[in-house]
């Protein structure tokens, strides 16, 4: 269900690649005769893909340069699925390689085993201190905020999650994404916990916060394509959603606004499926697209913030401004515990479930 | 028998002929066979194992099901919006079914390609399509506005909107299931009988009707059995109490990562609607109505 995980799936740009895959494999067929094959075979590694506007970007900012460098090809493969990393590890037949798994993931899969260790070969010299984590390397990140309609409140929005929560002052209809993880470290801030006393969380308070709110929550959103619509249309008059979209909503002269205060980061890592027998490429590449200069560019395209802060020599202010790690932005927001929430997910989720559904 | 025939030279070809005869449509059955076993037999009986088995063997994983409240009422809310959205496409397919089978003219045609147009369109668009015409800025809400209805009522994300999205999905299913067999109703029949003095209700009634039913259980089947499927439909457009079993499964494995659980869930979804079919069987009689 929840596979959208990330923001970026367009349907327009990923039925546009479709086209472009369909127009290289069928001109690729008719020239076939006329290549003349490489007498060295290339080698390919296969990459898991969230598909739409990140793929657009990774195939150009990050792919490209890679098998230009090394020669080696790259096959992409989407949607991203959790449970088939797990099946890889278990059957040992390996659709891909590499993937980016988020926080609460990449925890679960550490523990699980179902991802390689970090490559001792892996040069960390160019990297942040806190980049690689539970055998991953941190590449990118977005940002749960609050966003709300102008018309709605043309005095300015909730600025916090407790004012999200205030009906009387804000009043209005609401929308979360069903997502136990992202949700329940908000409903304690708006109870008033403070940033770095979330984790681990307490779910019976997390949970009263969210019972004072829930008859104002018309819907609980799943694809981040949804959750920009209900924006737009305004179905809801505030929302909890991804950074990119909203920027995406306020480019397109939407009547929209958001804010950075105690927005949710969320880190993406790249990780190496457990026992890929191209395991050695797949570090290699890993090396490659965290690279600064690369990761920059990547970051503009797709929306996203980079986690190795010398991208940011390569990102122009402007840009760089909407993005959730640019140190401004960042200071005014939190990061999730995820080693602490990981422990607690699975009770959290299936709580989380019942209780939507009561 | 066939090696006393086989010993005399003549009587060779008639042999490998009664050979042929007995093997060749299992021969030809063959492929399709070999495909349902590798791509349904094999995968369904993973699952069946891996609910007993995943994590280790026991039954806890149906004790679970059946004992949380939780479950039961997904698993009935699921099949109650089934039955509802089956009995909504029956009442909306047949009319238009019959009036297509029943003319010769390009306005079938016509009628043929409006149904069919919806199955080229993605059900994610048509879904999003339904978010827009009820929504806040869509037309009826503006229609409920001019006739000063202010606030106008909210009909997105309420039961009413998700039925009626899974109706719109699945109605060129029953209207195909029901076209298909009541064009091969032999018109004379209803001739016959209003000459023998039948009203035009009864020649339906005890002529048409019974003559249509196998395209009525094909297309109810057809609809409920997709229908206990889906779920990406109600969690868009319906309110957010109402879940599907299908949409928990999904959570089950891509949140959860219990297999076994989901498993079991699949296992219990399919057996019950197994369970309908049978007893469908016992009362109705599926082979006379296919037959």
Same mark, same amino acid.
């Given at each position: 269900?929840?596979?959208?995980?990330?923001?970026?799936?367009?349907?327009?740009?990923?039925?546009?690649?479709?086209?472009?895959?369909?127009?290289?494999?069928?001109?690729?067929?008719?020239?076939?005769?006329?290549?003349?094959?490489?007498?060295?075979?290339?080698?390919?590694?296969?990459?898991?893909?969230?598909?739409?506007?990140?793929?657009?970007?990774?195939?150009?900012?990050?792919?490209?340069?890679?098998?230009?460098?090394?020669?080696?090809?790259?096959?992409?493969?989407? /949607?991203?699925?959790?449970?088939?990393?797990?099946?890889?590890?278990?059957?040992?037949?390996?659709?891909?390689?590499?993937?980016?798994?988020?926080?609460?993931?990449?925890?679960?899969?550490?523990?699980?085993?179902?991802?390689?260790?970090?490559?001792?070969?892996?040069?960390?010299?160019?990297?942040?201190?806190?980049?690689?984590?539970?055998?991953?390397?941190?590449?990118?990140?977005?940002?749960?905020?609050?966003?709300?309609? !102008?018309? !709605?409140?043309?005095?300015?929005?909730?600025?916090?999650?407790?004012?999200?929560?205030?009906? !009387?002052?804000?009043?209005?209809?609401?929308?979360?994404?069903?997502?136990?993880?992202?949700?329940?470290?908000?409903?304690?801030?708006?109870?008033?916990?403070?940033?770095?006393?979330? &984790?681990?969380?307490?779910?019976?308070?997390?949970?009263?916060?969210?019972?004072?709110?829930?008859?104002?929550?018309?819907?609980?959103?799943?694809?981040?394509?949804?959750?920009?619509?209900?924006?737009?249309?305004?179905?809801?008059?505030?929302?909890?959603?991804?950074?990119?979209?909203?920027?995406?909503?306020?480019?397109?002269?939407?009547?929209?606004?958001?804010?950075?205060?105690?927005?949710?980061?969320?880190?993406?890592?790249?990780?190496?499926?457990?026992?890929?027998?191209?395991?050695?490429?797949?570090?290699?590449?890993?090396?490659?697209?965290?690279?600064?200069?690369?990761?920059?560019?990547?970051?503009?395209?797709?929306? &996203?913030? /980079?986690?190795? /802060?010398?991208?940011?020599?390569?990102?122009?202010?402007?840009?760089?401004?909407?993005?959730?790690?640019?140190?401004?932005? &960042? !200071?005014?927001?939190?990061?999730?515990?995820?080693?602490?929430?990981?422990?607690?997910?699975?009770?959290?989720?299936?709580?989380?479930?019942?209780?939507?559904?009561? | 028998?066939?090696?006393?025939?086989?010993?005399? @030279?003549?009587?060779?070809?008639?042999?490998?002929?009664?050979?042929?005869?007995?093997?060749?449509?299992?021969?030809?059955?063959?492929?399709?066979?070999?495909?349902?076993?590798?791509?349904?037999?094999? @995968?369904?009986?993973?699952?069946?194992?891996?609910?007993?088995?995943?994590?280790?063997?026991?039954?806890?994983?149906?004790?679970?099901?059946?004992?949380?409240?939780?479950?039961?009422?997904?698993?009935?809310?699921?099949?109650?919006?089934?039955?509802?959205?089956?009995?909504? *496409?029956?009442?909306?397919?047949?009319?238009?079914?019959?009036?297509?089978?029943?003319?010769?003219?390009?306005?079938?045609?016509?009628?043929?390609?409006?149904?069919?147009?919806? #199955?080229?369109?993605?059900?994610?668009?048509?879904?999003?399509?339904?978010?827009?015409?009820?929504?806040?800025?869509? @037309?009826?809400?503006?229609? #409920?506005?001019?006739?000063?209805?202010?606030?106008?009522?909210?009909?997105?994300?309420?039961?009413?909107?998700?039925?009626?999205?899974?109706?719109?999905?699945?109605?060129?299913?029953?209207?195909?299931?029901?076209?298909?067999?009541?064009?091969?109703?032999?018109?004379?029949?209803?001739?016959?009988?209003?000459?023998?003095?039948?009203?035009?209700?009864?020649?339906?009634?005890?002529?048409?009707?019974?003559?249509?039913?196998?395209?009525?259980?094909?297309? *109810?089947?057809?609809?409920?059995?997709?229908?206990? +499927?889906?779920?990406?439909? @109600?969690?868009?457009?319906?309110?957010?109490?109402?879940?599907?079993?299908?949409?928990?499964?999904?959570?089950?494995?891509?949140?959860?990562?219990?297999? +076994?659980?989901?498993?079991?869930?699949?296992?219990?979804?399919?057996?019950?609607?197994?369970?309908?079919?049978?007893?469908?069987?016992?009362?109705?009689?599926?082979?006379?109505?296919?037959?």
């Amino acid at each position: 269900m929840n596979t959208d995980k990330q923001p970026q799936s367009a349907v327009d740009a990923s039925r546009r690649n479709a086209l472009k895959r369909i127009v290289t494999v069928a001109s690729s067929v008719i020239a076939a005769p006329y290549v003349i094959t490489p007498a060295r075979a290339t080698e390919t590694l296969y990459v898991n893909t969230w598909g739409g506007i990140w793929e657009e970007a990774a195939a150009a900012h990050l792919f490209a340069p890679f098998t230009k460098e090394t020669g080696i090809q790259i096959k992409t493969v989407s /949607p991203v699925s959790f449970a088939k990393l797990a099946a890889q590890a278990k059957t040992g037949n390996y659709e891909f390689d590499v993937t980016t798994l988020g926080g609460g993931d990449i925890v679960r899969a550490n523990d699980a085993g179902l991802i390689e260790k970090v490559d001792a070969t892996l040069d960390r010299t160019k990297m942040a201190p806190d980049q690689v984590f539970q055998n991953g390397v941190a590449s990118h990140a977005f940002s749960t905020i609050i966003a709300w309609r !102008k018309d !709605k409140y043309p005095n300015g929005g909730p600025q916090s999650w407790a004012d999200f929560w205030d009906l !009387k002052k804000f009043p209005g209809s609401r929308c979360l994404q069903s997502y136990a993880a992202r949700v329940l470290p908000l409903a304690l801030l708006a109870d008033s916990v403070p940033k770095n006393k979330l &984790y681990p969380m307490d779910l019976d308070r997390a949970f009263a916060s969210l019972d004072r709110i829930k008859p104002n929550i018309r819907v609980w959103w799943t694809q981040g394509q949804q959750s920009q619509q209900l924006l737009r249309d305004g179905e809801v008059d505030a929302i909890g959603i991804w950074h990119s979209r909203t920027i995406e909503l306020i480019q397109q002269k939407q009547n929209v606004d958001f804010t950075w205060n105690q927005g949710e980061i969320d880190r993406a890592y790249w990780v190496v499926s457990k026992g890929s027998p191209r395991a050695k490429l797949a570090w290699r590449f890993i090396q490659s697209v965290v690279q600064p200069d690369r990761l920059a560019k990547f970051c503009i395209a797709a929306n &996203y913030g /980079p986690l190795n /802060p010398k991208a940011f020599e390569y990102i122009k202010e402007a840009d760089a401004r909407l993005m959730p790690t640019f140190p401004a932005n &960042y !200071k005014v927001q939190f990061e999730q515990d995820v080693a602490k929430a990981e422990p607690q997910l699975a009770d959290a989720t299936k709580r989380f479930e019942r209780w939507v559904g009561r | 028998m066939g090696a006393i025939s086989a010993s005399t @030279p003549a009587q060779a070809p008639i042999a490998a002929s009664r050979w042929a005869r007995r093997w060749l449509p299992w021969m030809l059955l063959a492929p399709v066979l070999v495909y349902l076993a590798v791509f349904y037999l094999v @995968p369904l009986a993973i699952v069946i194992v891996s609910s007993v088995t995943d994590p280790s063997p026991s039954l806890s994983h149906y004790r679970d099901f059946f004992t949380d409240s939780f479950y039961l009422r997904v698993l009935s809310r699921t099949f109650a919006t089934s039955l509802i959205v089956t009995i909504c *496409c029956l009442v909306l397919a047949y009319p238009l079914a019959y009036a297509m089978a029943r003319r010769e003219d390009t306005l079938v045609v016509a009628m043929l390609t409006v149904v069919a147009l919806t #199955f080229w369109t993605s059900f994610l668009v048509r879904t999003y399509a339904w978010m827009v015409i009820l929504g806040n800025r869509g @037309p009826i809400t503006a229609l #409920f506005r001019m006739v000063g209805w202010d606030p106008p009522p909210e009909i997105l994300f309420t039961r009413f909107s998700s039925t009626l999205a899974m109706v719109h999905i699945l109605l060129p299913f029953m209207v195909m299931a029901l076209y298909s067999v009541m064009k091969k109703i032999d018109p004379a029949l209803l001739r016959a009988a209003q000459n023998l003095g039948a009203s035009p209700g009864r020649t339906f009634r005890h002529v048409y009707f019974p003559l249509s039913a196998p395209g009525v259980v094909n297309g *109810c089947t057809m609809v409920f059995i997709l229908c206990l +499927g889906f779920y990406v439909t @109600p969690v868009l457009l319906g309110s957010p109490r109402e879940q599907m079993l299908a949409g928990l499964i999904g959570s089950q494995i891509e949140e959860l990562l219990d297999f +076994g659980e989901a498993s079991a869930m699949a296992v219990v979804l399919l057996l019950v609607t197994l369970g309908l079919v049978a007893l469908y069987n016992r009362f109705v009689g599926i082979d006379t109505l296919w037959g």
